[in-house]
């Protein structure tokens, strides 16, 4: 999918790490949510409720999942699922462009 049709976008951004990680929100008809946005080369933690899946469009990055103890090398194209109610490690090494879908809305 190129594009989203029948959404809301919320104006205020989602901005973390001194503006390092931003993202728009993405309201669909049936209520679902999800996240569109950059992050800036650097080293983040996030924490979830819900789980997520994490698309990568462009861009590079490796990702330290909960309960992994080995990094997994995520490029434009890739994508990595995230379980609900845990924290996982992003080492972003150029510009990402990413997708966050939050599962079981």
């Known amino acids: 999918m190129t594009q989203f049709t029948n959404v809301s976008v ?7 790490f001194d503006g390092k990680v931003s ?4 309201v669909f008809e ?3 949510t999800k996240t569109l946005g950059l992050m800036l080369p650097g080293a983040y933690e996030f924490g979830t409720e819900a789980a997520e899946l994490m698309e990568i469009y462009s ?7 909960p309960g992994e ?6 490029q434009g ?3 990595f699922n995230v ?3 845990s924290k ?8 990402t462009d990413y997708c966050c879908s939050f599962l079981g809305e």
């Not at 993202?23 to 993405?26: I, L």
């Open 10 to 16: 919320v104006q205020a951004a989602n901005v973390y």
């Open 23 to 26: 993202s728009r929100t993405v």
């Open 30 to 32: 049936d209520g679902s």
């Open 59 to 65: 861009g590079e990055l490796a990702v330290l999942l």
């Open 69 to 74: 103890t080995k990094w997994k090398n995520i």
């Open 77 to 79: 194209g890739e994508r």
């Open 83 to 85: 379980p609900a109610q």
């Open 88 to 95: 996982f490690q992003v080492r972003v090494s150029e510009i």
